[in-house]
Structure formats: structure tokens, C-alpha cells
């Protein structure tokens, strides 16, 4: 077993080393409205569940060379955000939203998405996408030395499921057909489903 001091590492040796080994990683795009109404699209693997009482997911948004992301500057100016779970028929036009664009230009137009209006907040979310969670800001967090990550807690306000996929209260993961992210260029599909009991 081989042992790594992750103070002895490189920023980008500590990054291969986490994104290889915590595996599948969840995909959410948000999108989040900047401060001249431009609506900003953006895919983020760091991404899960927080708490479901209140319903609650964190995103955490790695800064470029210190600086915010749009998508956490708008989030933390505005306090309202949608999240979508990709997937098999939509991660290639969010796959384009990943190029990096001024803070004026809107990823979603670029990827030639479809702009749905929300019920709870104001921005809007895709049609594309088959869940659709409509969240308000709870709390960001500037973590790391010299705060090189937004860690963004959001509260669920809005549920959109497609109802191709629902059933009593229940999500078929075969009907979404989640695409999860490895490391490098490499991605997952949700593959072989077991089943096991948790001990009592």
C-alpha cells in the first residue's frame, strides 16, 4: 500500500489523487443569473446530498487563481439557483457549457439548451434535464488557504421530476440514466444495480 502526505504534494497531484479514487461522482448543472440578467450554466462534480430535513444539497466551486466562478458570484449576489442531474440524453450539450466564456455570454444559449421558467426563484432552469431542483442560498462557505473554494449549501424550495421516471414517491435510476464523472475525460453510466439489506 503505497502512503502519500498530501502537504508534499502538488496542488495538481492532490487533485488526480481525490478525483481518481472518490468515484462515481454525481454531476449537477446549475444555472444561476448574473448581476446583468445574463443566465449562467455550469457542471459541477463536487456535488451531493447535504441533509433531507430541510432538503438540502452543497456544491463546492473551485476559484481560478483566487478568483469566484460566475456561478458562485451569482449564486452568494443573488441567493437563488437551480440544479439538474445530468444525463445519458443531455451530458453532451452540458459537456459544451464547460468552455470558458465571459461572464456576459450565457453557456446555455451556446449549448443550444432549452430555457424553462421556475416556480419558487427566479432563475430559470433546462428543459433537458429529467430533475430539476429549484434552491435558494443557505449558506456559502470561502474554504482552503487564502479561500480557494466556494462551498455553496442549498435548500431545496422545488421539485421538478419527469414523470417518465417517477413512480409513487420513488425514482427509477435505470429511467434517469445518470452520467457520473471519473477522472480525466472519463465518465459513468449507472451500470449493474445490486441490491443488499442494511443489518438491523
Known amino acids: 500500500m503505497l502512503s502519500f502526505d498530501p502537504s508534499n504534494n502538488t496542488d495538481k497531484e492532490n487533485h488526480k489523487l481525490l478525483i481518481g479514487s472518490i468515484i462515481p461522482r454525481p454531476i449537477a448543472f446549475v444555472t444561476s443569473i448574473a448581476e446583468n440578467g445574463t443566465v449562467n450554466g455550469a457542471p459541477f462534480s463536487y456535488f451531493n446530498v447535504v441533509s433531507s430535513n430541510p ?18 458570484r451569482n449564486i452568494k449576489e443573488n441567493k437563488e439557483f437551480v440544479v439538474h442531474i445530468v444525463d445519458e440524453q443531455n451530458v453532451n450539450k452540458i459537456n459544451e457549457t464547460a468552455a470558458t466564456l465571459p461572464s456576459d455570454e450565457s453557456e446555455i444559449e451556446k449549448a443550444d439548451l432549452t430555457r424553462t421558467e421556475s416556480e419558487s426563484v427566479s432563475v430559470p432552469g433546462i428543459k433537458e434535464a429529467k430533475v430539476r431542483l429549484e434552491c435558494t442560498l443557505e449558506r456559502s462557505i470561502e474554504l482552503g488557504e487564502n479561500n480557494v473554494t466556494d462551498l455553496i449549501i442549498g435548500k431545496v424550495v422545488r421539485y421538478h421530476i419527469d414523470e417518465e421516471i417517477y413512480d ?20 459513468s453510466k449507472t451500470g449493474d444495480i445490486f441490491s443488499m439489506e442494511r443489518p438491523k
Open 168 to 187: 409513487a414517491g420513488r425514482i427509477d435510476p435505470n429511467a434517469l440514466a445518470a452520467v457520473s464523472r471519473l477522472a480525466g475525460s472519463n465518465y
Open 55 to 72: 432538503p438540502m444539497i452543497s456544491i463546492s466551486v473551485q476559484r481560478i487563481k483566487g478568483t469566484a466562478k460566475d456561478t458562485a
